[in-house]
C-alpha cells in the first residue's frame, strides 16, 4: 500500500530524494517513517515525520537528511545529501496512524508502524 521511489545509483558526496506514496490511506493521518536495511545489517531507524509534522533523525544522517511531507500530493520525501558508502541500503517508508493532535512519531519501533512499502535501493560507491 505504500511506493517508495528516487533509489539509484549515487557517488560519494551526492544526493537522492526519495519519495514514498499510498494508493489507498490519507497519509495526513499517518506518521511516516524512513528505514533502511543493508545486507548483512539490520534494520535501521533513518527518520519519521508524524501527523502533526514532529520530526526525527538517527543521528548517522543528521545534517544530511531531510524528511518533509506533501499531504495535498499525498507524498512524503526524504532529501538525502553528502551521501557515503555508509548509506547504501534498501530504503523503506512506513506508515503508522496518527489521529491524534499531538503526535510524535519514533524510529526506534518499527512495530508500531501498520503499512510498509517494498522499499528501494540506495547505492553510494565511486
Known amino acids: 500500500q505504500l511506493v517508495e521511489s528516487g533509489g539509484g545509483l549515487v557517488q560519494p ?6 519519495s514514498c ?10 506518521g511516516i517513517g524512513w528505514f533502511r536495511q543493508a545486507p548483512g545489517k539490520e534494520r535501521e531507524g533513518v527518520s519519521c515525520i508524524s501527523s502533526t509534522n514532529s520530526i ?3 543521528d548517522s544522517v543528521k545534517g544530511r537528511f531531510t524528511i518533509s511531507r506533501d499531504n ?4 512524503v ?13 534498501v530504503y ?35
Do not use: H
Open 13 to 18: 558526496g551526492g544526493s537522492l530524494r526519495l
Open 21 to 30: 506514496t499510498a494508493s489507498n490511506i490519507a497519509m495526513d493521518w499517518y
Open 56 to 58: 526525527t533523525y538517527t
Open 72 to 75: 495535498a500530493k499525498n507524498m
Open 77 to 89: 520525501y526524504l532529501q538525502m545529501n553528502s551521501l557515503t558508502p555508509e548509506d547504501t541500503a
Open 92 to 126: 523503506y517508508c512506513a506508515a503508522d496512524f496518527q489521529p491524534t493532535s499531538q503526535a510524535t512519531c519514533t524510529i526506534q519501533a518499527p512495530n508500531e508502524y501498520d503499512y510498509w512499502g517494498l522499499g528501494t535501493q540506495v547505492t553510494v560507491s565511486s
